[in-house]
């Protein structure tokens, strides 16, 4: 007990290091320690590598105050993109989801991106996310025909699904709402789909 005790007892720079790790998804304090003795034995060059990514990343990286992905620019390529079809909005939970949709080759539209989702019961949560600012961009004039609903097919993402549909309907009755096609694995997350059942998703959505 007591060696267990020592062996954790680290300096205060890697113990800081490792709790800033701990801080990440997924990872728990083994994985924490792995990486800062990995960084500690790789030396410098590798470690100032990283140092100067994230630098970059916190200078660099804003959100697209359109559609709420991490862009270097305001708007993203997307959004200022003027090929793309501007009467039709994806609403998405994750930035991530955006590279998955895109590979498929079978939207040309507009994302909008939730950055999260909120779980049964746990409406009031609704705040959270970019529901706002979703709303904002349906009432000031636009050019949107149909709002694509491309949420997880969990319980999180049907949640949200039915608030928003419901919110839509009330607030603009005569535009078009439709989601993905059934096919998806439930219960998996968008970002593990293949590009093809994904795509056939997206060509066969149905309207709500
Ligand atoms: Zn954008």
């Not at 590598?49 to 709420?68: G, P, Q, R």
């Not at 949107?144 to 491309?150: D, N, P, R, W, Y």
């Not at 049907?158 to 309907?169: A, D, R, V, Y």
């Amino acid at each position: 007990m007591i060696t267990c005790l020592i062996s954790r007892m680290y300096s205060k720079s890697i113990q800081n290091l490792i709790g800033a790790f701990r801080k990440l998804p997924t990872v728990g304090q083994r994985t924490a320690e792995r990486f800062v003795f990995y960084l500690l034995k790789s030396g410098k060059k590798e470690v100032g590598e990283i140092t100067l990514a994230l630098k970059e990343l916190i200078d660099n990286v804003k959100s697209c105050e359109m559609c709420w992905d991490f862009s270097d620019n305001n708007p993203c390529a997307i959004c200022s993109n003027k090929t793309r079809d501007t009467s039709l909005l994806c609403v998405i939970s994750e930035p991530q989801d955006i590279p998955v949709l895109e590979r498929t080759g079978m939207y040309n539209g507009l994302y909008h991106v939730l950055r999260g989702l909120v779980e049964p019961g746990a409406e009031e949560e609704l705040e959270r996310i970019k529901i706002k600012e979703l709303f904002a961009k349906l009432e000031k004039p636009n050019t949107i025909k149909e709002i694509v609903m491309a949420l997880n097919p969990d319980l999180s993402g049907e949640t949200t699904m039915l608030f928003l549909e419901k919110k839509i309907k009330e607030k603009n009755p005569n535009l078009k709402v439709t989601r993905l096609a059934r096919g998806l694995p439930m219960g998996s997350d968008l970002q593990y789909a293949d590009e093809i059942t994904l795509g056939s998703a997206l060509k066969n959505r149905t309207e709500r």
